[in-house]
C-alpha cells in the first residue's frame, strides 16, 4: 500500500471518530489559553452513470478533508491548519489536488497595535482592487503569506500595511509578491457635532502593488513579443455616510495597466464605480445600487486562468438564491471585459392584525437585477487576428452594450396557523448564454426561465418538524422544462431525513434523485447520502466553479470545538 493511501486513511478515519467536545479547551482561566479547532471531511465514493454522462473515475473514493487548531490568548494568537486533497472531489482544477500545511501563522497584539506573520486574509474596502478568502465549494484559498500590521491606537483612524507571496493551491510564486495599505478615517469619531446628531462618516484609501518576474508571451500571428510591466498598481477611495435608517457608500478603484489571459493581454487601465444608497427600520427595508466595473480582473499571476490567484473580488449585483431550480442559471461577475450592474431590493412586513397581514402578519420581499456589457463600438487598431499588444476596446462610461443577465423575484412569507408556515417564490429570468457559457449548448442564446416555488414548514410538535418543497421552472430554451420535490423530516434535537428530486420533464426526461440523514450531536455534524448530481455549476458571491455530473455515495462530517 502506498505512503499516501495510509495518511489518506488515518486523516479520515480521524475526522470520523473525533471527540465530542462543545466547546473550546481553556487552560488558565479567563486570562488564559483558548483552543479552538475544528475537522471537515467531505467523501463522495463515485459510481459511474452512463444516463447522466459520469465518465470513468481513476479512484474508488474522492474526499476534500481540512483540519483546523487555533490558540486564542490575550497578547498572541497561533494557528495551523491541515489539508488533504490527493483525490479531490470531481470538479476541482487538477492543480487543487495535494497535501500539507497550507496554512500557518501568529498574531500578536498590544495596546492598538496588531502583528501578524504567516498566512493571512484580508479585504480592504467592498473587495474592489484586494480581498483574499477561503471558499472550500469552489476550491478557492487565495491567503498571503508574509507580514501584517494593523494599527488602531489613534482615535478615529484604522491603518493596515501588508505584504508577501499569495498561494496557488500548493505553490507560492517568489516571482510573484503582492504589497498593499490600507487606512480608514471614522469622522464621526473625531467630530463631537456630527456624532450628536446621530450621523456615521467614514472615509476610506487603499493601495495595492504587485510584483510580477517577466514572460515570454508571444503575439499570434506576429514576431512581436510582448514588454509586461513588472509592477501593476491599484488604488480605491471610498466614503459611508449614515444617519439615522438611511445609508449611502459610494466607491471608485483603479488599476494601472495589467495585460493578463483574462483581458487577452492588452494594456487598457481598469476602473470600477459603484453607488449604493439603503434604508431600514422595523418591518420595512430597501436598497438600490449600481456598478460599473471595466478590465477589473486581477490577479498575481498574469497567465492564470479559472478561480485562482485572484487579488480581488468583483461582488455581483444578482440574487444569490439557494433554491435548486433558480440556481441552475447563476450569474458570474465578468470582471475582465466588464458590466454596467443594477440591482434594488424591497422587504415589508404587514403587521399582525391588518387585512394583509392576517393572524401573524406576512412579510413580502422583492428583488430586481439588470446586467449589461459595455458598449465596444470603438475598438484600438487590431494587430493580426488580436488584440493583444494593444490598449483593447474602449467604452463610453454611460454607453452600454448587449444585455447579460436580469431577474426579477417576489417572495410572500406568511405563517397560516401557529404550527404552519407557508412561502412563495416566482422569478423571471433570462441568462445570455453566448457570453455567460453557463448551458452545455453550444449556441443556446438567451435562456429565458419562469420560475414557481411552494416551500412549506410544519411543525408537528416540539420535536418534529416536517418541510417539503415543491418547484417548477419553464423556459423553450437549453433543457426545457425542470421540476423539483423535496421532503425533509426533523427529529430535534439530532436526526433529519432528506429526500428529494429533480427532474429534466421537458428533455432528457433524467431524475436526479437524492436521499440522506443527517445526524447532529453536541459539535459533530454526520450527514450520509446517496443519488445523482447534475452539471452544472456551483457560485458563490459572483464566482462560479464548474461542477461535473456524478453519482454515488457521499459522506459530509464536521467537527468543531
Same mark, same amino acid.
Given at each position: 500500500m502506498?505512503p499516501?493511501?495510509?495518511?489518506?486513511?488515518?486523516?479520515? *478515519?480521524?475526522?470520523?471518530?473525533?471527540?465530542? $467536545?462543545?466547546?473550546?479547551?481553556?487552560?488558565?482561566?479567563?486570562?488564559?489559553?483558548?483552543?479552538?479547532?475544528?475537522?471537515?471531511?467531505?467523501?463522495?465514493?463515485?459510481?459511474?452513470?452512463?444516463?447522466?454522462?459520469?465518465?470513468?473515475?481513476?479512484?474508488?473514493?474522492?474526499?476534500?478533508?481540512?483540519?483546523?487548531?487555533n490558540?486564542? &490568548?490575550?497578547?498572541?494568537?497561533a494557528g495551523?491548519?491541515?489539508?488533504?486533497?490527493?483525490?479531490?472531489?470531481?470538479?476541482?482544477?487538477?492543480?487543487?489536488?495535494?497535501?500539507? $500545511?497550507?496554512?500557518?501563522?501568529?498574531?500578536?497584539?498590544?495596546?492598538?497595535?496588531?502583528?501578524?506573520?504567516?498566512?493571512?486574509?484580508?479585504?480592504?474596502?467592498?473587495?474592489?482592487?484586494?480581498?483574499?478568502?477561503?471558499?472550500?465549494?469552489?476550491?478557492?484559498?487565495?491567503?498571503?503569506?508574509?507580514?501584517?500590521?494593523?494599527?488602531?491606537?489613534?482615535?478615529g483612524?484604522n491603518?493596515?500595511?501588508?505584504?508577501?507571496?499569495?498561494?496557488?493551491?500548493?505553490?507560492?510564486?517568489?516571482?510573484?509578491?503582492?504589497?498593499?495599505?490600507?487606512?480608514?478615517?471614522?469622522?464621526?469619531?473625531?467630530?463631537?457635532?456630527?456624532?450628536?446628531?446621530?450621523?456615521?462618516?467614514?472615509?476610506?484609501?487603499?493601495?495595492?502593488?504587485?510584483?510580477?518576474?517577466d514572460?515570454?508571451?508571444?503575439?499570434?500571428?506576429?514576431?512581436?513579443?510582448?514588454?509586461?510591466?513588472?509592477?501593476?498598481?491599484?488604488?480605491?477611495?471610498?466614503?459611508?455616510?449614515?444617519k439615522?435608517?438611511?445609508?449611502?457608500?459610494?466607491?471608485?478603484?483603479?488599476?494601472?495597466?495589467?495585460?493578463?489571459?483574462?483581458?487577452?493581454?492588452?494594456?487598457?487601465?481598469?476602473?470600477?464605480?459603484?453607488?449604493?444608497?439603503?434604508?431600514?427600520?422595523?418591518g420595512?427595508?430597501?436598497?438600490?445600487?449600481?456598478k460599473?466595473?471595466?478590465?477589473?480582473?486581477?490577479?498575481s499571476?498574469?497567465?492564470?486562468?479559472?478561480?485562482? $490567484?485572484?487579488?480581488?473580488?468583483?461582488p455581483?449585483?444578482?440574487?444569490?438564491?439557494?433554491?435548486?431550480l433558480? *440556481?441552475?442559471?447563476?450569474?458570474?461577475?465578468?470582471?475582465?471585459?466588464?458590466?454596467?450592474?443594477?440591482?434594488?431590493?424591497?422587504?415589508?412586513?404587514?403587521?399582525?392584525?391588518?387585512?394583509?397581514?392576517?393572524?401573524?402578519?406576512?412579510?413580502?420581499? $422583492?428583488?430586481?437585477?439588470?446586467?449589461?456589457?459595455?458598449?465596444?463600438?470603438?475598438?484600438?487598431?487590431?494587430?493580426?487576428?488580436?488584440?493583444?499588444?494593444?490598449?483593447?476596446y474602449?467604452?463610453a462610461?454611460?454607453?452600454?452594450?448587449?444585455?447579460?443577465?436580469?431577474?426579477?423575484?417576489?417572495?410572500?412569507?406568511?405563517k397560516? &396557523?401557529?404550527?404552519?408556515?407557508? &412561502?412563495?417564490?416566482?422569478?423571471?429570468?433570462?441568462?445570455?448564454?453566448?457570453?455567460?457559457?453557463?448551458?452545455?449548448?453550444e449556441?443556446?442564446g438567451?435562456?429565458?426561465?419562469n420560475?414557481?416555488?411552494?416551500?412549506g414548514?410544519?411543525s408537528?410538535?416540539?420535536?418534529?418538524?416536517?418541510?417539503?418543497?415543491?418547484?417548477?421552472?419553464?423556459?423553450?430554451?437549453?433543457?426545457?422544462?425542470?421540476?423539483?420535490?423535496?421532503?425533509?423530516?426533523?427529529?430535534?434535537?439530532?436526526?433529519m431525513?432528506?429526500?428529494?428530486?429533480?427532474?429534466?420533464?421537458g428533455?432528457?426526461?433524467?431524475?436526479?434523485?437524492m436521499?440522506?440523514?443527517?445526524?447532529?450531536?453536541?459539535?459533530?455534524?454526520?450527514?450520509?447520502?446517496?443519488?445523482?448530481?447534475?452539471?452544472?455549476?456551483?457560485?458563490?458571491?459572483?464566482?462560479?466553479?464548474?461542477?461535473?455530473?456524478?453519482?454515488?455515495?457521499?459522506?459530509?462530517?464536521?467537527y468543531?470545538?
Amino acid at each position: 500500500m502506498k505512503p499516501t493511501k495510509s495518511l489518506s486513511s488515518l486523516l479520515l *478515519a480521524a475526522a470520523l471518530a473525533a471527540p465530542a $467536545v462543545s466547546e473550546a479547551i481553556t487552560i488558565g482561566g479567563d486570562n488564559g489559553v483558548a483552543l479552538h479547532g475544528s475537522v471537515q471531511a467531505d467523501v463522495l465514493f463515485p459510481k459511474e452513470d452512463e444516463a447522466i454522462n459520469t465518465g470513468k473515475y481513476d479512484k474508488d473514493i474522492l474526499f476534500n478533508t481540512y483540519a483546523d487548531l487555533n490558540m486564542i &490568548s490575550r497578547y498572541v494568537d497561533a494557528g495551523v491548519r491541515l489539508e488533504f486533497m490527493k483525490w479531490p472531489l470531481p470538479g476541482y482544477e487538477p492543480d487543487f489536488a495535494g497535501w500539507g $500545511v497550507p496554512n500557518i501563522y501568529v498574531k500578536g497584539r498590544y495596546k492598538g497595535f496588531e502583528l501578524t506573520a504567516g498566512d493571512f486574509y484580508e479585504q480592504f474596502g467592498s473587495g474592489f482592487i484586494l480581498r483574499t478568502y477561503q471558499e472550500r465549494s469552489l476550491g478557492i484559498d487565495n491567503s498571503i503569506r508574509g507580514g501584517r500590521l494593523k494599527v488602531n491606537a489613534l482615535r478615529g483612524f484604522n491603518f493596515t500595511v501588508l505584504g508577501g507571496l499569495q498561494r496557488r493551491y500548493w505553490d507560492w510564486k517568489k516571482h510573484s509578491q503582492v504589497y498593499g495599505a490600507d487606512m480608514e478615517v471614522n469622522i464621526s469619531e473625531l467630530s463631537r457635532r456630527l456624532a450628536d446628531k446621530g450621523i456615521g462618516w467614514t472615509f476610506g484609501a487603499s493601495y495595492v502593488l504587485k510584483h510580477e518576474d517577466d514572460q515570454d508571451i508571444d503575439i499570434t500571428g506576429t514576431d512581436y513579443r510582448l514588454n509586461l510591466p513588472k509592477t501593476v498598481g491599484a488604488f480605491d477611495l471610498r466614503t459611508n455616510f449614515r444617519k439615522g435608517n438611511f445609508g449611502v457608500l459610494g466607491e471608485f478603484a483603479w488599476k494601472g495597466q495589467d495585460p493578463s489571459f483574462d483581458n487577452n493581454y492588452t494594456y487598457g487601465k481598469g476602473t470600477a464605480a459603484m453607488l449604493s444608497g439603503s434604508y431600514s427600520r422595523s418591518g420595512i427595508s430597501a436598497l438600490i445600487q449600481a456598478k460599473r466595473s471595466e478590465n477589473m480582473s486581477f490577479r498575481s499571476q498574469r497567465m492564470m486562468s479559472g478561480t485562482s $490567484v485572484f487579488l480581488n473580488n468583483m461582488p455581483a449585483f444578482a440574487y444569490q438564491h439557494t433554491y435548486s431550480l433558480p *440556481a441552475l442559471y447563476p450569474y458570474a461577475t465578468q470582471a475582465a471585459p466588464g458590466e454596467w450592474a443594477f440591482q434594488g431590493s424591497f422587504a415589508y412586513t404587514f403587521k399582525r392584525k391588518t387585512p394583509l397581514g392576517g393572524r401573524y402578519g406576512t412579510k413580502i420581499k $422583492v428583488n430586481a437585477s439588470y446586467i449589461r456589457g459595455l458598449d465596444r463600438d470603438r475598438p484600438t487598431p487590431i494587430l493580426g487576428n488580436s488584440i493583444a499588444g494593444t490598449d483593447g476596446y474602449k467604452s463610453a462610461f454611460f454607453k452600454m452594450g448587449e444585455e447579460y443577465y436580469h431577474d426579477f423575484n417576489i417572495q410572500i412569507e406568511k405563517k397560516l &396557523s401557529r404550527s404552519y408556515s407557508l &412561502s412563495f417564490m416566482y422569478m423571471n429570468q433570462m441568462v445570455n448564454d453566448d457570453i455567460l457559457k453557463i448551458s452545455e449548448a453550444e449556441h443556446a442564446g438567451k435562456i429565458k426561465t419562469n420560475i414557481f416555488v411552494l416551500d412549506g414548514k410544519w411543525s408537528i410538535d416540539n420535536r418534529f418538524t416536517l418541510r417539503t418543497e415543491l418547484q417548477y421552472l419553464t423556459t423553450r430554451q437549453d433543457q426545457k422544462d425542470w421540476a423539483y420535490g423535496l421532503v425533509e423530516l426533523s427529529v430535534a434535537p439530532y436526526l433529519m431525513f432528506t429526500l428529494s428530486d429533480m427532474w429534466n420533464c421537458g428533455d432528457t426526461g433524467t431524475h436526479y434523485y437524492m436521499g440522506g440523514v443527517t445526524a447532529n450531536y453536541r459539535s459533530n455534524r454526520l450527514m450520509l447520502s446517496y443519488g445523482r448530481t447534475r452539471e452544472g455549476f456551483n457560485c458563490a458571491g459572483g464566482v462560479c466553479r464548474k461542477v461535473p455530473a456524478s453519482r454515488g455515495f457521499q459522506i459530509a462530517y464536521t467537527y468543531n470545538f
